[in-house]
């Protein structure tokens, strides 16, 4: 039997809980924090005022490392802070079943005490921003969560349910990363494929800030996860943060697949896969095209990026700011030693219109028309004057059909949204997570019928 460690925020429940569970399973309970002030003679406040964080969290790690290496089971409430540093994630994860007591915010903040015991804990204000800081540290640290959010006795039933449980295979963990994650789809998609292939593995959502990813990061790789995938606004931002980078997500300038490997964070980039396969699902390819991509950012780039490799005849990348058009064509084009390949130009309604007659795929990289985005492309003419046979592909999925999309349709061209694309790219993800091949176009079929469920 392993020990088991309750981490959650300050007034979660750890020390009540921890002390009644210990009680019930009839083994030792150590209090981090009661262990910290009996080395310290003096109650927490007082280490604050007068010796400060820092030295805190040095008492904080000793006294974390001392009970996970107790040497026989205990049940041990971590300090609300232990999380910050990564020895003691490590410590705890050694020889420790880590349990989150995730105690809803506004729960918690009807039991702050009006006096100094609680020093990071002034107001409800400070309570919200911990949160913030460390709800994702918390997710990656555990084995299992517990909502304790109703009374002791509940919350106590809920622990003791599931310790009592003999500690079961811990499934492996995945999660996707981003700001903001409202409406993301991918645990719906990689749920889907994990039942179908029978992996147990669990996808979490993992709201990081962009001030929060190195911390997130550096907890990453002493966590439990396994991957995790990464989305706005991480994508460029998280490359120096790793340890490796696969030649296509370096060329591209943007990852979204992270695979955690012996305490390394490996990178890769599945988005323009997906992209390639989405287009052949349609019976296009960019083998010979003249592609048209509206947009200068990370989508724009990868997409320039994969048609050029895949061997398009011409591509061209319009944006409203000509001289980010014309950088990131000289970018891609450098990168894959076919300068000239790849123009850039203004996204103006007349340079659309006279790119688009001889245009064969038109690709919009932009989030013009997304739902919760204001703004639109700055004209829809260009459409009129594409091939009878152009083929239109907007990355937006939600919603299904764009205006762009709805426009080109009612004039008779082929398009589709970009819901294949995301599909796509979570297989090939998933493929690195699992580490094996899949039946790509099987596992396309079931998450297509999900999520149109």
């Not at 088991?4 to 979660?12: C, E, F, H, M, P």
């Not at 020390?15 to 924090?33: H, K, T």
């Not at 994702?136 to 509940?154: H, T």
């Amino acid at each position: 039997m392993k020990s088991v460690a309750l981490i959650g925020l300050s007034l979660s429940g750890k020390s009540s809980l921890g002390r009644m569970a210990a009680n019930a399973l009839g083994m030792p309970f150590i209090d981090v924090d009661s262990e910290i002030e009996r080395e310290a003679g003096m109650p927490i406040s007082q280490i604050f005022k007068l010796r400060g964080e820092s030295f805190f969290r040095d008492a904080e790690t000793r006294a974390t490392i001392s009970a996970a290496a107790s040497g026989i089971p205990v049940v041990i409430a971590a300090g609300g802070g232990v999380v910050l540093r990564r020895e003691n994630v490590a410590a705890l994860r050694k020889s420790c079943f880590v349990v989150f007591l995730d105690r809803p915010v506004w729960h918690i903040m009807r039991g702050i005490p009006h006096d100094d015991s609680r020093p990071l804990l002034k107001s409800p204000a400070d309570l919200r921003d911990m949160e913030r800081e460390r709800r994702a540290l918390y997710l990656a640290a555990a084995d299992a969560v517990i909502e304790n959010d109703s009374d002791i006795e509940e919350g106590l039933a809920r622990l003791l349910g599931l310790l009592r449980s003999d500690w079961p295979e811990t499934p492996d963990e995945y999660a996707v990363i981003g700001d903001p994650l409202t409406h993301t789809l991918s645990p719906a998609i990689h749920g889907a494929v994990f039942a179908e292939l029978g992996v147990t593995g669990r996808y979490d959502v993992i709201r990081i800030s962009r001030g929060e990813l190195d911390d997130f990061t550096r907890s990453a790789r002493v966590s439990r996860l396994k991957g995790f995938n990464v989305t706005m606004p991480h994508k460029g931002g998280i490359i120096p943060l790793l340890d490796e980078v696969d030649e296509e997500a370096g060329l591209c300038g943007a990852v979204n697949t992270v695979i955690v490997r012996n305490g390394r964070l490996l990178g890769f980039n599945t988005d323009m896969g997906g992209l390639l396969e989405s287009l052949r699902e349609a019976d296009r390819d960019f083998s010979g095209s003249r592609v048209m991509i509206l947009g200068a950012g990370g989508a724009a780039r990868g997409a320039a990026f994969k048609a050029a490799q895949e061997g398009a005849s011409s591509v061209v990348i319009l944006a409203r700011r000509a001289d980010r058009a014309r950088k990131t064509a000289e970018d891609v084009g450098s990168a894959l030693g076919f300068p000239g390949l790849v123009r850039g130009g203004e996204m103006s309604p007349e340079v659309m219109i006279f790119e688009a007659r001889a245009a064969d795929l038109v690709i919009n990289a932009t989030p013009a028309g997304m739902n919760g985005v204001g703004g639109d492309l700055p004209s829809l003419e260009f459409l009129e004057a594409l091939p009878d046979s152009a083929f239109v592909c907007d990355l937006i999925y939600n919603p299904a059909e764009t205006e762009l999309l709805r426009r080109a349709r009612e004039l008779g061209l082929a398009a589709r949204n970009g819901i294949g694309m995301l599909i796509y790219q979570a297989l090939l993800a998933d493929e690195l997570f699992l580490n094996r091949k899949l039946d790509r176009p099987a596992l396309y079929r079931t998450v297509e019928e999900m999520l149109t469920k």
